[in-house]
């Protein structure tokens, strides 16, 4: 079943993010208040050009300096890093069992303060040093390839670099607007909801797509 690939999203499907614990945390360092959990516009824009890997990650700090200058850029980058959570041991498991019937590719709107994190944390907590190679047949980080979801641009790229047609892709995102986007390239695509553990979903999306 080599021929159809099966693209993962990060956060939220593979490991937990906790949007409620960054904002405290910036609400904590710059003494704003975003109770509304709206992140500003500065700060989205910010956002959308390092998630491409056009600003630095001391670029990207300064952003924050609009609110309090004095934040250190170590203080910014911490903050920044809480939205990241877990990634259960068993889901390594649950990736090679697809990789051994399925192509694998992870599809990521991620920046270079993100995934060093990742890499710690992966390294630290489940003594994995190569996740890309050992669990995917490749992977497509926003900040890498200069591109990101939903803009659609980035769903032909993957699809030109993996060689294969979108009938034959399965992609799981948690965000409607880049299931949409997807769908709208030709590809099978599903909503996963976070409550839900991707293990105990994947069976009906494989079933949605007609891959089982």
């Given at each position: 079943m080599k021929e159809r690939v099966i693209i993962f999203d990060f956060g939220n499907i593979l490991i937990s993010l906790d949007f409620e614990r960054s904002f405290r945390a910036f609400e904590d360092l710059l003494n704003v208040d975003w109770s509304d959990r709206m992140i500003p516009g500065v700060v989205q824009k910010a956002i959308y050009q390092y998630d491409r890997g056009r600003i630095s990650d001391e670029e990207f700090a300064k952003t924050f300096h609009v609110y309090n200058p004095d934040a250190s850029f170590a203080d910014i980058y911490k903050a920044w890093n809480t939205l990241l959570g877990i990634i259960p041991s068993n889901r390594f498991e649950f990736l090679l069992s697809l990789k051994a019937k399925y192509k694998l590719a992870l599809l990521s709107n991620i920046n270079n303060l993100h995934l060093n994190e990742v890499h710690h944390y992966l390294r630290n907590e489940h003594s994995v040093h190569d996740f890309e190679e050992r669990f995917f047949d490749q992977v497509f980080y926003s900040h890498i390839i200069g591109k990101r979801k939903p803009d659609l641009e980035?769903?032909?790229?993957?699809?030109?670099?993996?060689?294969?047609?979108?009938?034959?892709?399965?992609?799981?995102?948690?965000m409607e607007e880049n299931v949409l986007a997807a769908r709208n390239c030709g590809w099978n695509a599903c909503v996963h909801n976070p409550a839900h553990s991707i293990e105990n979903k994947f069976s009906e999306y494989l079933i949605a797509a007609g891959f089982e």
């Amino acid at each position: 079943m080599k021929e159809r690939v099966i693209i993962f999203d990060f956060g939220n499907i593979l490991i937990s993010l906790d949007f409620e614990r960054s904002f405290r945390a910036f609400e904590d360092l710059l003494n704003v208040d975003w109770s509304d959990r709206m992140i500003p516009g500065v700060v989205q824009k910010a956002i959308y050009q390092y998630d491409r890997g056009r600003i630095s990650d001391e670029e990207f700090a300064k952003t924050f300096h609009v609110y309090n200058p004095d934040a250190s850029f170590a203080d910014i980058y911490k903050a920044w890093n809480t939205l990241l959570g877990i990634i259960p041991s068993n889901r390594f498991e649950f990736l090679l069992s697809l990789k051994a019937k399925y192509k694998l590719a992870l599809l990521s709107n991620i920046n270079n303060l993100h995934l060093n994190e990742v890499h710690h944390y992966l390294r630290n907590e489940h003594s994995v040093h190569d996740f890309e190679e050992r669990f995917f047949d490749q992977v497509f980080y926003s900040h890498i390839i200069g591109k990101r979801k939903p803009d659609l641009e980035t769903y032909r790229y993957v699809e030109e670099n993996l060689g294969i047609s979108g009938e034959n892709i399965l992609f799981i995102d948690d965000m409607e607007e880049n299931v949409l986007a997807a769908r709208n390239c030709g590809w099978n695509a599903c909503v996963h909801n976070p409550a839900h553990s991707i293990e105990n979903k994947f069976s009906e999306y494989l079933i949605a797509a007609g891959f089982e």
